[in-house]
């Protein structure tokens, strides 16, 4: 009997509860996926079956309410991080003209109809209109996993969001103030202030606190997520305070720490997996559990109320996207997809709807058929959204391509402490597109303990597999055996048709005929793949500028299209504007192709001429800055005597900043064997002492280190 007794209908027991959701959430989507349905649709409709009004297996209790607040919070979050910052501050009035279009047409349609059909009082008809009137962004996972979130018509539908959103719910607030005789003066001067006070807090204070959180904290995985979640419940929370809904909160919060979280890093990775796993399928069941199917049975008032607000909304939400696809030129399937992304109502609504059933605005049967439009709506959307969504990606994927060829990159690495920093760089440039892994070696020079070594180098690299594998990345380990480390860096150079180089800088820089010491003057030699030396102090994602100088002639050099790519990769993914500093024809020859590149970057082109006065740049770098200096090899085209003295000046000056020396790409040079294994054998025994020992230093100074005197 106690055993029967633990399967009473509802389920109370929390570990039965729990595990019946996850089954739910892994289940609903791949049958539904099997019937070619959205998987959102199937949990929607689970939510229906499982909940009080379905078979009543689970009731919508606190916990599900709390799991289904987290879940819309985290997609309104995902989608202010996800957003383009670049695109979204050039698309800015698009935006707001959408949100405006977005909000009007449905608000003054179906506020009409109330008025005019359902003969409501004015106060009820706008309150009505304001359901329609927002929408949530309950397609944007599809989006997602299409691929297309960076689509300018999507960026403009998210920015837009947030005003359809915030003006809806403004209705709200003032025909809730009107109900209650608050309105006046002071409910206008009040909101006003805190709507003020609440966005400079989220805009200009958590980009200060997430930076300096990301720079003097220690590197953890999970401290970063819970961190970031942190920050976006307590966003949430001070938009509640402020009088507005907590996912205006959320959204602002993604917005603020966007450029602090590069997609193709591992906490990105984490963020997305967390809520795809587990909080947005929650939500989607619980806004499945509100419906009742009995009343469809309750008269025809609801099917009026509820066929009012889903032909009204369509109309009223379509018109909007067919409105701004012919103003400024999006496609079809853009506008069916900006239409799929503002068509599904969720939070806003259920806000509006159960704050005026609490007033005695509106009725029971306004509330029982605003939620058969909530699953209508969504299903509208998601089906929408899975069609146009994939149209759009195939435009996408046919448009032309500014790739050269895969990017295969290369990551020597000897000091365990350095491989972290070397392979965030490595992810960070590599093509989003690109599918061939990130290659960590490891190269252990020809003696009797030659295997003992890789076998110990074997297993710190796994460090760098760990990483790579925390940002869904591919990573292959690549061990060498060789009579030094620059002929086993060389070779594998070549045998894996590598096509950038990154390696650590070790602050050391030697005699004039050498610049850095043994391996990497070496590398320059004997390889013609572009070359970066990375000095890494600061995480990459801290950054607030990046500072590019170009020598003059660097455009005629072969690299000059690999390394402008490379750069426009990087400050994609950190999100940072670029300064260009060079002479007035180099930055003419970069203004075109960077142009040319999809999507586009913030970019100032700063003439610069005065190379003998390069130690000045010192005062302008920061901290917050990632300084790259483009420089070259001996007997090219843009070589002059000034680039052999910048490693010294680095040196000198801008120990404490973040730098990169890209060396482009050149043509063939001496790479026969035969020529490369004499130039091998010039080295003595106690030269590959000193190389093998240059090589294990040749690293960012973590804590405690001591970097090698200049």
């Known amino acids: 009997m106690v055993f029967l007794s633990e399967f009473v209908l509802p389920f109370k027991d929390p570990v039965l509860v729990f595990a019946l959701m996850l089954i739910i959430t892994l289940l609903a989507p791949m049958v539904f996926s099997r019937l070619r349905m959205p998987g959102i649709v199937g949990l929607l409709l689970a939510g229906v079956l499982v909940g009080p009004h379905g078979v009543g297996l689970l009731e919508r209790d606190i916990s599900i309410e709390l799991f289904g607040t987290v879940g819309l919070m985290y997609i309104m979050f995902v989608a202010g991080l996800e957003i383009d910052i670049n695109d979204f501050r050039k698309t800015q009035t698009r935006s707001l003209r959408f949100g405006t279009l977005s909000f009007l047409l449905p608000q003054v349609l179906t506020t009409l109809g109330a008025r005019l059909v359902l003969h409501f009082e004015w106060p009820a008809a706008v309150l009505f209109g304001s359901l329609v009137a927002s929408h949530t962004l309950l397609a944007y996972p599809i989006a997602s996993r299409l691929g297309i979130t960076k689509n300018e018509a999507v960026t403009v539908t998210v920015g837009g969001t947030i005003i359809a959103d915030t003006l809806a719910l403004l209705v709200l607030a ?77 959204f602002l919060a993604g917005l603020a720490v966007n450029r602090l979280i590069p997609a193709s890093s591992p906490l990105m990775n984490r963020i997305e997996f967390v809520g795809n796993a587990i909080f947005i ?145 490595a992810m960070m440039i590599k093509a989003p597109d690109s599918d061939v892994p990130i290659m960590p070696l490891s190269v252990v020079r020809d003696a009797d303990d030659a295997e003992e070594k890789i076998q110990e180098n074997n297993k710190m690299l796994q460090k760098a597999v760990h990483h790579g594998s925390a940002a869904e990345k591919n990573v292959q380990v690549v061990s060498r055996i060789d009579l030094n480390i620059t002929s086993g860096i060389v070779r594998a150079i070549r045998e894996l048709g590598i096509t950038e180089v990154i390696i650590g800088w070790n602050g050391k820089v030697t005699a004039r005929e050498r610049i850095f010491g043994t391996v990497l003057d070496n590398l320059l030699a004997s390889t013609r793949q572009m070359l970066l030396v990375s000095h890494v102090t600061h995480p990459l994602n801290t950054m607030e500028t990046i500072v590019v100088v170009v020598p003059p002639n660097a455009e005629l050099e072969k690299g000059f299209g690999r390394w402008l790519r490379t750069i426009h990769i990087l400050a994609r993914q ?90 482009p790409e050149q043509a063939s040079q001496f790479q026969s064997e035969e020529q490369l294994h004499l130039h091998q054998l010039r080295h003595t025994i106690s030269e590959n002492e000193d190389e093998q020992r240059e090589y294990e230093n040749r690293s960012v100074v973590q804590p405690g280190e001591t970097r090698s005197e200049v």
Do not use: C
Not at 401 to 418: A, F, H, Q
């Open 574 to 663: 950190i999100g940072t504007p670029v300064q260009f500093w060079g002479e007035t024809e180099t930055l003419q020859a970069i203004r075109e192709p960077l142009g040319k590149m999809k999507p586009n970057i913030e970019a100032k082109m700063q003439p610069f001429n005065e190379w003998a006065k390069f130690p000045r740049f010192a005062r302008r770098i920061t901290t917050d800055d990632l300084f790259i200096v483009i420089s070259a090899r001996q007997g090219t085209i843009s070589h002059n005597n000034f680039v052999d003295r910048i490693p010294r000046q680095l040196s000198r000056f801008f120990e404490d900043n973040n730098f990169v020396i890209i060396y």
């Open 281 to 425: 399928p929650f939500f989607l069941i619980s806004v499945g559990m509100l419906v009742d199917i009995s009343t469809l049975f309750a008269g025809l008032e609801v099917w009026l109320i509820a066929g009012l607000l889903i032909v009204l909304g369509v109309i009223g939400k379509y018109g909007a996207a067919f409105l701004i696809q012919k103003w400024f030129g999006y496609t079809v399937a853009e506008r069916h997809v900006m239409f799929a992304l503002s068509s599904a109502r969720a939070a806003a609504t259920l806000a509006a709807v159960l704050r005026g059933y609490e007033l005695d605005i509106l009725s029971e049967n306004v509330f029982n058929g605003t939620v058969l439009m909530i699953l209508a709506s969504t299903l509208i959307s998601s089906f929408t959204m899975e069609s146009a969504g994939r149209k759009l990606a195939v435009e996408i994927a046919d448009s032309p391509s500014t790739t050269e060829s895969p990017d295969r990159i290369l990551v020597p690495i000897s000091n365990p402490n350095t491989v972290e920093n070397l392979m965030d760089l």
């Open 174 to 250: 003032v025909v809730a103030g009107a109900a209650q005789g608050e309105i006046g003066i002071g409910f206008w001067v009040t909101l006003v202030i805190s709507l003020s006070v609440f966005v400079f807090l989220i805009m200009w204070g958590i980009p200060k606190l997430g930076r300096w959180f990301f720079k003097n904290i220690e590197s953890e995985g999970v401290s970063q997520y819970i961190f970031v979640m942190a920050l976006t419940f307590l966003a949430g929370y001070l938009a509640h305070l402020a009088g507005v809904e907590p996912i205006i909160g959320a």
